[in-house]
């Protein structure tokens, strides 16, 4: 996500982080470079214009310029800035006792259905009860569609009690049953999924207004295509100013490699960003903070995303067991076909890698083989228990074997046990460090 920002806001601050003095040219020549990069991302012109002025007047101050670090001094500066243009920090949805009501809204093919679907899996995995409400009765298909997700996530969805093929296409009597439903069987969230249409009208606009005037909800989160842009802001205007939101869902942001609407909606209409979808997968919906994704858009990854990741597909204990068995040197390729499982659980490659610091932004989709993974997989897989418990057994004709048996061949097979004799080597000296540090009880 954010490719093209990232990779040219990365050299920008490794241009300047490492100077041991700067001059007030420098800057000029950074923060114009930061201009064009802005602009070439598709941020509003007035967002570039107040941001790029009040860098420039921050970063001329004797903090910077007689600093000890002024290279460090003024990337902080452009960090904080771009924090506060994302929304500076993180506008969660507060469930509040009873039922909490969230009407989205949009137009057709911003993926609100799908949203729908993944926002209730995010609170169904927080142990809430979720109720959908299939409210989109002009989009063909739109009530299927979201019946299939919620089954699929075991997710109660509710839907118009009339023939399909009645007259019946106002869809606020059944959000109001919903709503009843949702008090009687006592939920704790109703999802509702309004009508889109493939542009802004009066009927839609109407509609709306009527529903949110009827039901209430805590939380009008418009979706909104990350990829259209200024598009996407230019929308989430007219929808506020129509119907007022509390704040904005970016669909498709893992394949927004500009960022433009990411980095102009909170300028513009002062509504935050709570989510972006980062995937197609019942779990691609990521809560959004603006300081880890101005990490991201700097090269500096987002280390704490990566660590929660990490923790919501291991236990704690099984933790534990693998420090233990990197401490005593007991981690095989039975382990290791374990933690690549794991890894798969946490996303893309790209989505990982670009959570790691110094790599965000580096490595580009053509260079990432995310079929890797299932082929490694494979050629352990196609082990004897006896080989998998000891690598060291290995020889040329065990690899020929395990080739034709994974559908591999011997280079990749050999190239397996390397890395897994690196990716050895390295977390044995990770936890040798945490146990330096008192990290051990």
């Known amino acids: 996500m954010l490719e ?5 806001m990365g050299d920008i601050v490794r241009q300047i982080s490492g100077k041991a003095s ?18 070439e ?3 509003n012109v007035r967002v570039v214009r107040r941001f790029v002025n009040g860098t420039i007047e921050e970063a001329k101050g004797e903090k910077v310029l007689r600093s000890v670090t002024p290279g460090q001094q003024f990337v902080k500066i452009v960090h904080d800035r771009l924090t506060a243009l994302l929304g500076d920090s993180r506008q969660d949805i507060v469930l509040k006792d009873g039922i909490t009501v969230i009407m989205l809204v949009g137009l057709q093919g911003s993926g609100k259905t799908t949203t729908a679907a993944k926002l209730g899996n995010y609170f169904k995995n927080k142990n809430k009860r979720v109720l959908l409400a299939a409210c989109d009765l002009v989009r063909p298909a739109a009530v299927d569609q979201l019946v299939t997700l919620g089954t699929g996530l075991g997710i109660a969805v509710h ?12 869809p606020l009597p059944i959000a109001k049953a919903a709503l009843e439903r949702a008090r009687k069987e006592l939920f704790d969230v109703v999802i509702i999924d309004t009508t889109g249409r493939l542009q802004i009208d009066d009927a839609m606009m109407q509609e709306l207004v009527a529903m949110k005037t009827a039901i209430k909800p805590d939380e009008v989160l418009l979706v909104a295509d990350a990829m259209t842009g200024q598009t ?9 100013e129509k119907v007022g939101l509390t704040g904005v869902i970016l669909s498709k942001f893992d394949s927004d490699t500009r960022g433009g609407a990411a980095l102009s909606i909170k300028s513009i209409t ?8 980062i995937s197609e997968k019942p779990d691609g919906l990521e809560p959004f903070y603006p300081d880890r994704m101005a990490n991201r858009i700097l090269g500096m990854g987002d280390i704490v995303s990566l660590v929660e990741k990490a923790q919501s597909v291991i236990e704690e204990q099984e933790a534990l067991e693998l420090e233990q068995k990197l401490r005593k040197e007991t981690f095989t390729l039975e382990d290791y076909l374990q933690e690549l499982r794991r890894f798969k659980k946490m996303g893309s490659m790209k989505q990982v890698l670009d959570m790691m610091p110094g790599l965000a932004g580096q490595i580009s989709e053509d260079h990432i083989d995310e079929n890797q993974l299932k082929r490694n997989e494979a050629i352990i897989l196609s082990m004897t228990k006896k080989e998998r418990l ?7 004709t065990r690899r020929s074997r395990i080739a034709r048996g994974s559908g591999t061949s011997v280079a990749e097979v050999a190239k397996l046990l390397k890395d897994f004799e690196k990716t050895r080597s390295m977390m044995k000296k990770m936890v040798k460090n945490k146990k330096m540090l008192g990290g051990f009880q």
């Open 4 to 8: 093209r920002l990232t990779q040219k």
């Open 22 to 39: 700067i001059t007030e040219k420098n800057i000029e020549d950074a923060v114009e470079a930061i201009k064009i990069a802005l602009l």
């Open 41 to 43: 991302a598709d941020v």
């Open 159 to 170: 839907t118009n009690p009339m023939p399909a093929d009645s007259a019946q296409k106002n």
């Open 232 to 240: 996407a802001v230019d929308i989430a205007t007219t929808f506020d």
């Open 270 to 277: 002062g509504k935050p960003i709570k989510f972006v979808g």
């Open 390 to 396: 000891n690598h060291l057994i290995i020889g040329p």
